[in-house]
């Protein structure tokens, strides 16, 4: 890192990933029911070095889930792109990762920090954190059946007093494994506990000679990103939740890390354009009626910004059709219009 006065850091060193130079080093998080195509070519377009797909289940995929082939279909908008797989056999993971490959994957991310029961329970997501020899089998194999990067996406350790990330990152970057993404929770913090940055410090104490560790939870700011990567040594940081209804979030990082200060927020137009933009990319991918049950969280959370307007935020959720969501988008840009716009 390099401060100059003026800037607060004008170093923004791109993240390589094996062959893939990431730039800027700013990343979208995978989030299921969330990071599909549209949202991914939006968090592209606002500045995102990479986007990793929502999570596809390996075993689901070998099954020929007509939804699994849909999670892999990619944009070639947002290359490089990566698909996130989960699963613990390595057999099976082996095949997915080569359809992923097939798919157009320019990298293969493997789930290790999925606290979800029903993944868990078979021996998938964060239950590999307690299963080391198993999850080292997984990533040997996966790394053998593709040319792309390899890497893994963790939590901390199961809990507090099996925290099993820098020694798990120790073993996977001695085989191959050209990043590590470390979620600062444990499984048993699920999302109720703040995370806890130290994890993040550690694993990179641990690898960080070796390869990239990527930095994520809680950053639900510029101010936060530049402090996640000066408190914890890591090379880059991933996005998720804040990036709800505000996907500039991604340039609004690289302009702080470069200049010290905040973008001014959106306009209301801004606003309402992109929440129409992305309406419509939904549309084109899912069918209205699934786009529009979809659009309803999304929409909530892109009718922010200008006060007294949570009542447009509550109709969203009773929406039903694209030409319901544009009047209520309308609506909410005349009542926006003239008032003063805020970060949320
Ligand atoms: C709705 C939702 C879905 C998620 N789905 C996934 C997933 O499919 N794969 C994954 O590795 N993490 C998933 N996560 C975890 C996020 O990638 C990320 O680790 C977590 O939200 C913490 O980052 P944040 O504080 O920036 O949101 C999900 C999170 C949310 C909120």
Redesign the pocket.
């Known amino acids: 890192m390099c401060y100059n006065e003026g800037q607060i850091w004008s170093g923004v060193e791109a993240l390589q990933i094996g062959t893939l130079t990431i730039d800027p080093p700013v990343l979208l998080?995978?989030?299921?029911?969330?990071s599909n195509r549209a949202y991914r070519v939006i968090a592209r377009r606002q500045g995102a070095g990479l986007c990793v797909t929502?999570?596809v289940n390996a075993n689901a995929l070998l099954h020929r889930s007509a939804k699994s082939y849909w999670l892999m279909e990619l944009d070639p908008e947002e290359t490089p792109v990566g698909v996130?797989l989960a699963g613990s056999n390595p057999e099976v993971m082996a095949e997915a990762a080569r359809q992923a490959e097939a798919a157009g994957a320019d990298l293969i991310d493997i789930?290790m920090?999925?606290p979800v029961r029903k993944v868990v329970s078979n021996g998938d997501g964060s239950a590999l954190l307690t299963r080391l020899d198993v999850a080292e089998e997984v990533v040997k194999a996966v790394v053998g059946a593709v040319k792309v990067p390899v890497t893994v996406?963790m939590r901390a350790g199961w809990d507090d007093d099996s925290i099993t990330a820098p020694t798990l990152a120790e073993r996977l970057a001695a085989i191959g494994v050209k990043a590590i993404a470390i979620?600062a929770r444990t499984r048993a913090d699920y999302y109720q506990r703040p995370?806890r940055w130290e994890f993040i410090r550690q694993v990179k104490e641990r690898v960080g000679d070796a390869i990239p560790v990527i930095g994520?939870?809680?950053?639900t700011s510029p101010e936060r990103a530049l402090q996640m990567l000066e408190t914890t040594g890591c090379d880059a940081v991933m996005?998720?939740?804040?990036s709800f209804g505000d996907p500039w979030i991604f340039r609004r990082v690289l302009h702080y890390w470069r200049y010290g200060k905040d973008l001014d927020p959106p306009t209301a137009e801004e606003r309402a354009t992109m929440a129409l933009w992305h309406l419509q990319r939904l549309v084109d991918l899912k069918g209205e009626t699934v786009a529009v049950r979809e659009m309803r969280k999304q929409l909530a959370w892109y009718l922010k910004g200008v006060e007294g307007s949570s009542q447009y935020r509550a109709k969203a959720s009773q929406l039903n059709t694209a030409s319901e969501a544009q009047e209520l988008v309308q609506a909410w840009l005349d009542h926006a219009r003239g008032r003063a716009m805020v970060w949320n």
């Open positions: 998080a995978p989030m299921a029911g969330v929502e999570m996130q789930n920090g999925c996406k979620h995370a994520n939870g809680d950053v996005i998720g939740r804040a």
